[in-house]
């Protein structure tokens, strides 16, 4: 990739990943004010927008972002697996696209849709589809911010492919044609084959986070008319 094609990509990438990360602040505001407002036209507007940044901005921001990713790490000598950091990110930024298609993105349409068949002025009972919404899009929100200190700090160095990867690069650029065969230090050599420290907190949160999510999904209760249909029965 030349100089100024990786600056466009990068600046491009930037873009839609901070747009991305707006758009999805956005939809957990809504989330929220759907929670604690007691104004049914506060509630249905805030599940009626929610559908529509979520299909109009959230969808393409996220896959957009994602691929001008994938094109940055695998048009550069970052590559995509040579630093752990890639490879967090990429995990994550696919996480949180899975997390999007699957689960806030489907709930907020399927909210959209009940609260369209209500009469004007009635209050969408939602059950706790609002609650697992708002703490979706608040981990989508976790990683997305992850996601771009990553790219800022670039922590813990190098993967195993990545050290075999500049192993292979010193060997082939050994003006002698002899293999360079310099051994890293001890230290160097178990830091770079053992995983460090600070990635095996990061990897830990993230195992909690994902547990969060799973029990908030696991439990999520009623979905969206549950029980304003109970309430219907009764009448």
Do not use: C
Not at 25 to 52: D, Q
Not at 121 to 131: C, K, L, R, W, Y
């Amino acid at each position: 990739m030349t100089p100024r094609l990786s600056k466009f990509m990068l600046t491009a990438h930037i873009a839609l990943s901070v747009g991305w990360l707006g758009a999805v602040a956005g939809f957990l505001a809504l989330s929220i004010a759907s929670l604690t407002s007691k104004n049914a036209e506060v509630v249905r507007g805030a599940y009626l927008s929610m559908n529509l940044i979520g299909v109009y901005v959230i969808v393409p921001l996220s896959f957009a972002a994602l691929l001008t990713g994938l094109v940055q790490s695998l048009g550069t000598s970052w590559g995509l697996f040579r630093q752990y950091w890639t490879v967090l990110k990429f995990g994550l930024t696919v996480g949180a696209v899975i997390l999007l298609l699957l689960h806030e993105f489907g709930i907020a349409a399927r909210l959209a849709r009940y609260t369209l068949s209500l009469p004007a002025g009635v209050m969408p009972e939602a059950g706790s589809t609002g609650s697992q919404l708002a703490v979706e899009a608040g981990l989508a929100v976790v990683a997305l911010v992850v996601t771009t200190v990553l790219s800022v700090y670039k922590p813990w160095g190098l993967t195993r492919y990545g050290w075999r990867i500049q192993q292979k690069g010193r060997v082939e650029l050994n003006a002698t044609g002899t293999p360079d065969r310099t051994v890293l230090s001890g230290s160097d050599y178990a830091a770079t084959h053992t995983l460090p420290l600070g990635l095996k907190i990061f990897l830990a949160v993230t195992a909690l986070l994902v547990g969060i999510f799973a029990a908030s999904h696991h439990l999520g209760g009623h979905g969206p008319g549950h029980h304003h249909s109970e309430t219907s029965m009764q009448h």
